[in-house]
């Protein structure tokens, strides 16, 4: 069965960084280009990064550009995300999600995503 699970969120202070990590079961993530989203309370799910299977090409949202970072470790078969300077407003349930030989290209959409993960809560606050 493949399955996707995410960790690494909870609850950080304006300014602060998490990692979160997505790790794959019942496959094997090097063929896979693999999305972070993420969704707000009353908003829709949006995309954040994206990065390609062979690691060439990565995306990042406007809102997250220069202060995320995605990453892959294909023999721990799991993708991270790097958040630093943390917003308020990155209070969200992030999710990743994956589909093979997907190409990060640009902006990725929910669309383009074939398994998806459960989420894990982030949330920013003092």
């Known amino acids: 069965q493949l399955q996707l699970v995410e960790s690494g969120g909870g609850l950080v202070q304006p300014g602060g960084s998490l990692r979160l990590s997505c790790t794959a079961s019942g496959f094997t993530l090097d063929s896979y280009g693999i999305g972070w989203f993420r969704q707000a309370p009353g908003k829709e799910r949006e995309g954040v990064s994206c990065?390609?299977?062979?690691?060439?090409?990565?995306y990042y949202g406007d809102s997250v550009k220069g202060r995320f970072t995605i990453s892959r470790d294909n023999a721990k078969n799991t993708v991270y995300l790097q958040m630093n300077s943390l917003k308020p407003e990155d209070t969200a349930v992030y999710y990743c999600?994956?589909?093979?030989?997907?190409?990060?290209?640009?902006?990725?959409?929910?669309?383009?995503?074939?398994?998806w993960g459960k989420g894990t809560l982030v949330t920013v606050s003092s």
């Open positions: 999600a994956a589909r093979q030989y997907y190409y990060c290209s640009g902006y990725v959409s929910i669309q383009d995503m074939d398994y």
């Open positions: 990065i390609s299977r062979s690691d060439r090409t990565t």
